[in-house]
């Protein structure tokens, strides 16, 4: 079974930048979607950005035009580069993808202004 390690997170003021890694044990390769999602305290986890086999990727619109997803097959890994982070960013950040994999601890983000 897969198991994923996310990794990046930390704490940055306001209009700064983080990027996230995911890391698989095993080969990404075939899964239909990669997917960031986060969870702030007392929300329900929220799907962030994900990119398809094909190469297309959706975002959230509160992240659009300062979130970008990649992913290396190479590396099994994947990337959530985020830019002009905002407060309401913060959350503990997963990763999984299409089939769903086991979740992993996740990484914190904590936005301060």
């Known amino acids: 079974q897969v198991q994923l390690v996310e990794s990046g997170g930390g704490l940055v003021q306001a209009g700064g930048s983080l990027n996230l890694t995911c890391t698989a044990s095993?080969?990404?390769?075939?899964?239909?979607?990669l997917d960031w999602y986060r969870q702030a305290p007392g929300k329900q986890r929220e799907l962030v950005a994900y990119i398809a086999r094909s190469g297309f990727t959706y975002y959230v619109d509160s992240v659009k035009g300062r979130f970008t997803i990649a992913g290396n097959n190479d590396k099994n890994t994947m990337y959530l580069q985020m830019n002009f982070l905002k407060p309401e960013d913060s959350a503990v950040y997963y990763c999984?993808?299409?089939?769903?994999?086991?979740w992993g601890q996740g990484t914190q983000v904590t936005v301060v202004s």
């Open positions: 095993s080969s990404i390769i075939n899964f239909k979607t």
């Open positions: 999984n993808g299409d089939p769903e994999m086991p």
